[in-house]
């Protein structure tokens, strides 16, 4: 079986080889799951198990006596394979390896191979045993099931409406598909082993979001979620995300599946549809706004034609016109704001203003709607005077437009409050609370939306104040928050502005105080009764209680009812002049101020209403508005120095040029 010319022929390590062939076969001979056979030194092949013969198709004579490298393909022997094998196992006692090897026909098997060294009692390598092991179906499914993982893998990465990417249990990105990079923008490399938190707003990462969505799929299996996320070039879009909880076979975590889903495109289309249809109930809600205030006006006009000699009637015509020009401006003006709000065209005007300039003007404007519905007020202002660089007039709108609607959302007698604060640097914070309807929590982002109202019913107006409230302060560099315990809880609104200017020493605020908004009241007496009753009308047209005494007693009388915070006598009066009264009336109402407006304008005249306790002394024709606007102010001014409408003493109060 050695062929004659083999140089082992005489190797006596051979021979002792030989010999244990006997045993060899004893022991292997009948084998089949594994091709076992014993090899010479340099690798001739000196016996055959069945095992072999099954495995590798060769009969024992056609292969004993053949190097084993027929085994091997053409590659592998010119590279030198098998000899290097032999080598190894000479060496360190054993070589193991597994790979594709032939059959007789040609076929092939995945053979997993031991070579081990046979040593001879000199301790020589006498020859080796081959053990070979036919692992084919092993690999076979190996492969099919690492082709399978392949193929699932090719198909989750190339997915690219969804981002499909894995988590492990702490949150950390291991996986990324092409979805992810398309709807994220990120690269696998640039974005694997980052926090999946990285996709969320600032504010959700504030609340705890990324956290609470791992939680619950922790306790429940999996946790859904719609909302906006982060790109990285810092855009936003709406995610609809899945995120599954993964275990393994054992119930051990091994992380989470996360998809989300890019569904920016239906959100908007959704938010077109919804704006849309806020468009048409705000268009019927103006037609029918303007229409309320246009139709006493058509009416108006024909008594006025009928009768235009009744002063009387034209006055009080003509007020109530005023007041319903007044509505309706306030509505084109609201219109005017929203084209200029819809194509960016508010821009400011800054000057630098008193802080209390512009709160006072906002109550002033808003004073008729807390009034009207009997609210309670409270103002608090910090006590140093605070200069602001602001547009003065659109910041007074915005401050308004939260008092009216903190009067507009109370239900009557409710408490409305008025609060500036300097809290830090430049920061300035206005708030605006009621105790009225409240705004549910999910309505809170929402009410600044054009055209958005509350439920139906709830609203009183076009749905534009708060987007023009909002887009004000945020040209100012500020911006708006509401805050509300829901339904029924009140409301706050907050506007925090970075406009003071200049060194805000005290940061505290002032203790509450209420300020009186109830009406002032007005005593006209005149024994020209279109004239008292005119003058009456015109005051209750600018926001006051006016009533009219046509003589001196009438007027006393009426003084001591209303407590007038203003009375204005004519002087020659019948029953009782406007001296007498002036006098009676100063005794029953020191604080209040009265004025004498007479056709006697001689200086010995103005020292008879002087000494009669007048505060002023006004000849006819006077000018009204004047007049007006020094009550205003001084009503204000006393507001401020105290909770009273009481006249200041000694203060003067410009009038007509003729006083
Ligand atoms: P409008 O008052 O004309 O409807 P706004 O933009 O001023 O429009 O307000 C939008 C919505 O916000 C209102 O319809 C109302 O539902 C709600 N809202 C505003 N202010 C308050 C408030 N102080 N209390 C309760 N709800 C309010």
Same mark, same amino acid.
């Given at each position: 079986m050695?062929p ?11 021979q ?5 062939r ?5 022991l292997?001979?009948t084998?089949?799951?594994y091709?076992?056979?014993?090899m010479?030194?340099k690798?001739?092949?000196l016996?055959?198990n069945?095992g072999?013969?099954?495995l590798k198709?060769?009969? #024992? ?6 190097v ?7 590659e592998? @022997?010119?590279a030198k394979?098998?000899e ?24 092939r098997?995945?053979a ?5 060294a046979i040593?001879?009692p /000199?301790?020589?390598v ?5 053990i070979t %092991?036919d ?5 076979e ?10 193929r699932?893998?090719?198909?989750i990465e190339?997915v690219?409406d969804?981002?499909?990417f894995?988590?492990? #249990?702490a ?7 092409t979805?992810?990079k398309?709807?994220k923008g990120?690269?696998a490399?640039e974005? /694997?082993?980052?926090h ?5 707003t600032a504010?959700?990462i504030?609340d705890?979001?990324?956290?609470r969505?791992l939680?619950r799929?922790?306790? $429940?299996?999996?946790?859904?979620d719609?909302?906006?996320r ?7 879009f709406?995610?609809?995300v899945? @995120?599954?909880?993964?275990?393994d076979?054992?119930g ?5 599946? $996360?998809?989300?889903r890019?569904?920016?495109e ?5 938010q ?5 249809e806020?468009?048409?109930?705000f268009?019927?809600t103006?037609a ?15 008594v006025?034609?009928?009768a235009p000699?009744?002063?009387?009637r034209?006055v009080?015509?003509a007020?109530?016109?005023r007041?319903q020009?007044?509505q ?5 003006e609201? =219109? ?7 194509t960016g +065209? @508010?821009?400011?005007?800054r000057t /630098? ?8 003007s906002?109550m002033?404007?808003a004073r008729?709607f807390?009034e009207s519905?009997g609210? %309670?007020?409270t103002?608090?202002l910090p006590?140093?005077l605070v ?6 007039p659109?910041? /007074? ?7 009216i ?7 009557a007698r409710?408490?409305?409050e008025l609060?500036?604060?300097?809290t830090?640097?430049?920061?300035l ?7 009225g309807?409240g ?8 009410i ?10 709830a609203?009183e ?13 945020e &040209?100012h560099g ?7 315990a829901?339904e029924?809880?009140?409301?706050e609104?907050?506007l ?5 200017v ?5 940061v505290?605020t002032?203790?509450?105080r209420p300020? #009186? ?9 005149d024994d ?8 009456a009308?015109f005051f209750?047209?600018?926001g ?5 005494a ?7 009388e009426?003084?001591?009812r209303? +407590?007038?915070?203003?009375?204005? =006598?004519?002087?020659?009066m019948p029953?009782m002049?406007?001296?007498e009264?002036? @006098?009676?009336?100063?005794k029953l ?7 004498a407006?007479?056709g006697?304008?001689?200086e010995e ?7 009669a306790g007048?505060?002023l002394?006004?000849?006819k024709?006077?000018?009204i508005?004047k007049l007006?606007?020094a009550?205003?102010? %001084? ?9 009273s &409408? ?6 003067k ?7």
């Open positions: 050695i004659e010319q083999s140089s082992e022929v005489d190797d006596p390590n051979l002792w080889l030989l010999q244990r006997k045993h060899f076969d004893e292997v001979g084998v089949e799951d091709a076992i056979f014993m010479t030194r690798g001739l092949i016996d055959w069945s072999a013969e099954l198709g060769y009969k #024992p004579e056609e292969i004993v006596g053949k084993f490298s027929i085994f091997y393909s053409k592998e @022997i010119e394979i098998p290097e094998e032999l080598d190894v196992a000479a060496t360190h006692g054993k070589f193991a390896t597994e790979g594709w090897r032939l059959r007789k026909d040609g076929s098997f995945w997993s191979v031991t070579i081990s040593k001879s /000199t301790g020589e006498a020859g080796f045993l081959k %092991r692992l084919t179906e092993r690999q499914s190996l492969e099919a099931l690492r082709q399978s993982e392949e699932f893998r090719l198909l190339s690219s969804y981002a499909i894995m988590l492990d #249990p949150g950390r990105i291991v996986s990324w598909n979805g992810a398309r709807i990120y690269e490399e974005i /694997t082993g980052q999946f938190s990285r996709f969320y504010e959700s504030a705890g979001m990324p956290e969505l939680r799929a922790m306790e $429940k299996g999996s946790s859904e719609e909302g906006w982060v790109k990285k070039n810092g855009d936003v709406w995610a609809s899945l @995120i599954t909880l993964v275990t076979d054992h051990q975590h091994r992380g989470y599946v $996360k998809i989300t890019d569904l920016t239906r959100k908007r289309t959704q077109l549809a919804q704006a849309s806020r468009k048409d109930t268009l019927a103006l029918h706004e303007l229409r309320n205030p246009l139709a006493p006006m058509a009416p108006g006009v024909e006025i034609l009928k000699h009744d002063t009387g034209v009080q015509i007020s109530m016109m007041r020009v007044g309706m401006s306030r509505l084109i609201d =219109l005017v704001d929203v084209s200029r709000m819809t +065209k @508010i821009t400011l005007r /630098t203003a008193s802080l209390t300039d512009v709160l006072e906002a002033e404007a008729p807390i519905k609210h %309670r007020f103002l608090r006590p140093d200069e602001i660089d602001v547009d003065q659109r910041l /007074t709108q915005a401050v308004t437009n939260l008092l609607n903190a009067a507009k959302y109370t239900p409710g408490q409305v609060i500036a604060t300097c830090s640097g430049r920061i914070e206005i708030t605006v609370r009621d105790n309807i705004i549910r929590a999910d309505r809170l982002e929402s600044f939306d054009m055209f958005n109202q509350g439920d139906a019913g609203s107006g076009l749905g534009i104040g708060l987007t023009l409230v909002r887009t004000i302060v &040209l500020g911006n708006i928050v509401a805050r509300s829901g029924g809880a009140g409301s609104f907050t925090y502005l970075p406009v003071v200049g060194s805000v020493h005290g505290a002032e203790p509450v300020l #009186p908004l109830q009406r002032c009241r007005v005593l006209i007496a020209s009764k279109t004239s008292a009753d005119t003058l009308l209750e047209a600018e006051f209680e006016a009533a009219a046509y003589d001196g007693q009438q007027a006393v009426i003084a001591s209303l +407590k007038p915070d203003l009375v204005c =006598l004519d002087i020659g029953v002049d406007g001296i009264a002036g @006098i009676e009336i100063r109402l020191p604080g209040a101020l009265i004025v407006i007479t006697w304008g001689k005249d103005r020292k008879k209403t002087r000494e007048f505060d002394h006004l000849v024709p006077v000018e508005g007006v606007d009550v205003r102010q %001084r009503a204000l001014a006393s507001t401020r120095a105290q909770p &409408l009481d006249p200041v003493a000694g203060e109060i410009p009038a007509g040029p003729d006083t």
